[in-house]
């Protein structure tokens, strides 16, 4: 008998001991995108607080820091961002030579961006910038 209450006793413990280390991993705060973004990446962010980042065929940009940067994006962020670049040609078509504005807000973070599409201009600006 004894034994058994020490063992429920043990079990009881190393559960609350288990979930207080869950309910403190949640409470982590989230990591700072731009700093991942400027170590991974090698661009830099006005002092930590805001990133642009323009790319295209008409400013010359390097596939992979494009595909670094945008892997940083919320999936969310991101699918919209594909949407807006697959449809920026027609929209400045018939918006008469008018960008795509586009973005979101995401775990503290505001991702917005700017899509044109001109004859032979193919750029998007892409902004990420922390939410006070």
Do not use: F
């Amino acid at each position: 008998m004894r034994g058994r209450i020490l063992k429920t006793i043990t079990a009881t413990t190393l559960a609350g001991i288990m979930l207080v280390a869950g309910a403190a991993c949640d409470s982590q705060p989230k990591a700072d995108v731009l700093k991942q973004i400027e170590t991974d990446c090698g661009v830099q962010s006005e002092r930590g607080k805001k990133l642009m980042y323009i790319y295209g065929t008409s400013v010359g940009s390097d596939y992979n820091e494009v595909q670094c940067v945008t892997n940083h994006m919320p999936d969310a962020a991101y699918e919209q961002l594909e949407k807006d670049e697959q449809r920026g040609k027609l929209y400045s078509e018939t918006h008469s030579g008018e960008a795509l504005h586009g973005g979101m807000d995401v775990d503290g973070y505001s991702w917005t961006w700017t899509v044109i599409r001109n004859y032979d201009t193919a750029e998007t600006h892409l902004c990420v910038e922390k939410q006070q």
